[in-house]
């Protein structure tokens, strides 16, 4: 059952009416007083939440009815009703515990689909830890059984089969295109579209042409039309990496998509509505950001629905040897090559070895080890000769990383003759993360 909770008769008939049609049942009340006493009595699946009463228009009485419904009932999902005015209260709710907000005049679709989601992952979180689908959990090949990549998996297995969006974190390298995958294949839209856009790498001008489309004429080398990525995605899931690269205005245009799931191609006056389950992706610290407005509020707190954090390899180190042997023998079998074996004082090596460019660099870095020796038998020396032995780390203080990973990140871009996409690749970084690093230790 689903409690309504606004003085406004209307609203409450006509949400009533929409739900029921999609086969809830639902309970009215007007006042804050009768909705404590309504979650106190009864046992709902959620709960729809005017942000104002007859009393205030400051959104404050729906903060604190919110905070009090969690009180008596910490799971409960609350999904918030705001008009636009009061966009900023809506997000002070959801850092208060609601589970979403829609707008009014709201679109009938997409506070059903909000609702579901809100009611999916309540019900998957406090399941016993089994997924909603039936079928065996695909990990998508990720490797390792690291207690903190456990539990992101574990957190990947219950939100899959929901159309919650997720946020991915972590450093540089550590993997979030595939937890993206993984998400995406243990969803229902596994046999939908699963489309990538690096928006570190596209600029602000391309921006809409690339992610809604345009149709022929729209500017000047605009000769046939051409879908979005958005459109190409429809009825899958968009995967946009490196948000936090994206600039204000572009992402003004981004969240409208979000919130609505509507667009209109440049050059066409027609609003486009699609099916899409978004998840993105950063190495940015975005909370950090927002505090410095330079990335907005509302689509920080539309995007982290659900948040899932990376952990570095440096802190997987009971992982190194079955990551070494996994990336050994991928190397081997695209080079044609046998797979040689890699003896403890390898992995021993490897564990105590910094890697700020993560799984990426590591993987480059037992590549780069194969090709070079050819050896049956791979030991630390092997790697030695290929790395900097005085990047190891015996201790995970963020000063001393931070010292070590600006001394490596010199002494690449030394041996490759300040050439900073060969740097790059040689870490196992991006371009952009590596001048974000440059930039950021004054190198």
């Given at each position: 059952m689903i409690l309504i909770v606004d003085d406004d008769s209307a609203i409450c008939a006509s949400l009533s009416m929409l739900l029921s049609h999609s086969g809830?049942?639902?309970m009215t009340v007007a006042s804050p007083s009768e909705a404590i006493e309504a979650v106190r009595s009864n046992s709902f699946e959620a709960v729809m939440l005017d942000m104002n009463f007859s009393r205030f228009t400051t959104g404050e009485e729906g903060l604190t009815l919110l905070k009090q419904i969690k009180l008596f009932s910490p799971s409960l999902p609350v999904i918030l009703m705001t008009a636009w005015g009061s966009i900023e209260l809506a997000v002070a709710g959801m850092k208060a515990?609601?589970?979403?907000?829609?707008?009014?005049?709201?679109?009938?679709?997409?506070v059903v689909k909000t609702l579901g989601n809100a009611i999916e992952i309540s019900a998957s979180g406090n399941a016993s830890g089994k997924p909603a689908s039936a079928s065996k959990?695909?990990?998508c090949g990720i490797i390792g059984s690291d207690a903190g990549l456990e539990n992101v998996l574990k957190t990947v297995e219950r939100i899959a089969p929901t159309t919650a969006t997720v946020l991915i974190t972590g450093e540089s390298g550590t993997g979030k295109e595939l937890i993206a995958e993984a998400i995406h294949r243990n969803s229902s839209r596994r046999d939908k579209p699963f489309v990538k856009v690096n928006l570190g790498g596209l600029s602000q001008s391309l921006f809409e042409s690339e992610m809604f489309g345009h149709r022929k004429g729209a500017f000047t080398d605009a000769i046939t039309n051409r879908i979005g990525r958005f459109e190409a995605a429809n009825g899958g899931t968009i995967f946009l990496d490196e948000i936090g690269e994206l600039d204000l205005s572009c992402q003004v245009k981004l969240l409208r998509v979000l919130q609505e799931q509507k667009f209109e191609p440049l050059g066409s006056s027609k609003t486009m509505k699609v099916d899409v389950r978004v998840?993105?992706?950063?190495?940015?610290?975005?909370p950090a950001m927002v505090a410095d407005r330079k990335f907005r509020e509302d689509l920080f707190y539309r995007i982290n629905l659900v948040t899932l954090e990376l952990p570095p390899l440096r802190r997987r180190k009971s992982d190194i040897a079955a990551l070494a042997r996994h990336f050994a023998a991928d190397a081997a079998a695209r080079n044609g090559l046998e797979t040689p074996?890699?003896?403890?004082s390898a992995t021993d090596f490897l564990s105590e070895y910094t890697f700020?460019?993560?799984?990426?660099e590591m993987k480059n870095l037992v590549e780069r080890v194969i090709l070079v020796n050819r050896a049956d038998v791979l030991t630390a020396s092997d790697f030695q000769r290929e790395c900097n032995p005085s990047m190891t780390v015996n201790t995970a203080e963020p000063d001393n990383l931070a010292q070590l990973e600006a001394q490596k990140i010199s002494q690449a871009l030394q041996r490759n003759g300040g050439n900073v996409s060969r740097a790059a690749t040689e870490l196992g970084l991006t371009r952009q993360a590596l001048y974000r690093r440059i930039e950021k230790y004054g190198i």
């Open positions: 809830y049942r639902c515990g609601a589970f979403d907000f829609i707008t009014k005049p709201w679109d009938n679709r997409q959990f695909d990990r998840i993105c992706a950063t190495n940015a610290d975005l074996q890699i003896d403890k700020p460019g993560n799984l990426r």
